[in-house]
């Protein structure tokens, strides 16, 4: 392959922004039909992904507290969105029909009362209405605010609707699969050409700030994520922000990107040899690779997530018994970097064809060293498909 980073990849085919009606209507069939099998009479949602789920509304302004956003999805009929004046023309923009908006920033009523005159003009008297309350949720208003909601609300009972938004969203459609696939396939390109722009002597900050721009050349529309970790046959800290520090003969670099296209996110990692790979290092990354393999046989329609932790798990623990403290293998992906379920030994959650997730094996060496691998695949009917390309059976080594 050539490493010229600049080119996009031959027959590269981009499957284009956003979605058409029709997607956001199967989202909210399914949503409505979840909420009449619960007993909701509609869903009260404050976050990014959610209302971006339902919406379309795809924005980084998300990154700035001052604002909250709220979301209303009746169990008969279209969301309602109440946002911030500045963001209702966007809002307009999409497939809704209802959008209201009040005078913000506002801290003495940040749409508190305008949303609850929403919420009594929408729901019924004694309505349920259904927020996700549960892991991997949060609130994104003030709680005094949420508080004030509730007094002016005194009729409507607020209950914990976590996992019907987790079983609506871990099964992703054709189009969303088009758009993690598209982000998988760029970013192998760039990890199979990295090497070529790789020498010894460059600071981590440097590679990090190269393989970000390499993405961005290549097509990915952000990359919100990217950490890693370089040192003497392994790296000691995965999650810690890039230092000057110049990587040399022996070290082991692991770079491990969440990029996004669209929207939708890959995110998975590899591992560079400088001079030479040592010997414990070369066969930790062989037994990652079995314990990988080993997942994604595991992984079909019906099992659980438990049951792929177990099959990688005892790989590892022939050669590296006791695990390592990362807590789990892999995770779910799509509109977020992790998304649910989590796979680990507890976590029962069947998987459906239609499922993203990553297989994230990781072993411990000795002097606090460790070393990780993950992939990226979608559930289908027969089975796993890998949605990225698959790591070299050999870490790859640059010059040293």
């Not at 999805?73 to 923009?93: F, Q, T, Y």
């Not at 064809?353 to 072993?363: A, D, F, I, K």
């Not at 070393?371 to 027969?382: G, S």
Request: aromatic share 8%; with cysteine; net charge negative.
């Amino acid at each position: 392959m050539s490493t010229d980073l600049n080119t996009p990849p031959a027959g590269d085919n981009d499957p284009g922004r956003g979605f058409p009606v029709s997607e956001f209507e199967a989202r909210l069939s399914r949503a409505q039909a979840a909420m009449a099998k619960t007993g909701l009479d509609g869903l009260f949602l404050t976050t990014e992904p959610e209302i971006r789920y339902f919406t379309g509304f795809l924005t980084r302004f998300w990154l700035s507290p001052t604002r909250p956003w709220f979301l209303l999805v009746p169990s008969d009929g279209k969301p309602v969105a109440v946002v911030p004046s500045i963001g209702r023309e966007c809002l307009a923009a999409t497939w809704l029909d209802d959008v209201r908006s009040w005078a913000s920033p506002q801290p003495e009523d940040e749409g508190v009362s305008l949303l609850a005159t929403t919420m009594r003009d929408m729901f019924p008297h004694k309505s349920r209405i259904g927020i996700p309350e549960g892991p991997e949720t949060h609130l994104r208003m003030p709680l005094g605010d949420y508080r004030r909601l509730h007094a002016l609300l005194p009729d409507i009972e607020f209950t914990d609707a976590a996992d019907l938004i987790k079983n609506l969203r871990m099964v992703k459609s054709p189009a969303e699969l088009e758009k993690i696939t598209h982000a998988c396939a760029i970013v192998s390109d760039v990890f199979e050409a990295f090497p070529g722009i790789l020498t010894a002597g460059m600071s981590e900050v440097e590679i990090f700030r190269r393989f970000k721009i390499a993405c961005l050349e290549r097509g990915i529309d952000d990359v919100d994520y990217l950490v890693g970790g370089a040192g003497p046959g392994g790296y000691t800290d995965i999650i810690s922000p890039p230092s000057l520090r110049r990587v040399g003969a022996g070290d082991i670099l692991m770079l491990d990107t969440g990029a996004m296209f669209d929207g939708y996110f890959c995110d998975f990692d590899r591992n560079f040899a400088f001079g030479h790979v040592p010997a414990e290092t070369a066969k930790a990354y062989a037994v990652l690779l079995d314990a990988t393999e080993a997942g994604l046989q595991a992984t079909r329609p019906g099992s659980t997530c438990a049951d792929i932790y177990r099959a990688m798990q005892r790989v590892l623990e022939t050669d590296y018994p006791g695990g390592s403290g990362v807590g789990r293998m892999g995770h779910g992906l799509g509109m977020q970097l992790t998304e649910w379920p989590s796979i680990t030994p507890k976590d029962e959650t069947v998987l459906q064809p239609g499922m993203v997730l990553t297989l994230e094996p990781s072993v411990d060496l000795d002097a606090g060293r460790m070393i990780v691998h993950e992939e990226n695949l979608v559930v289908t009917a027969d089975g796993p498909v890998l949605l990225t390309r698959p790591a070299p059976k050999s870490m790859p080594v640059i010059p040293g």
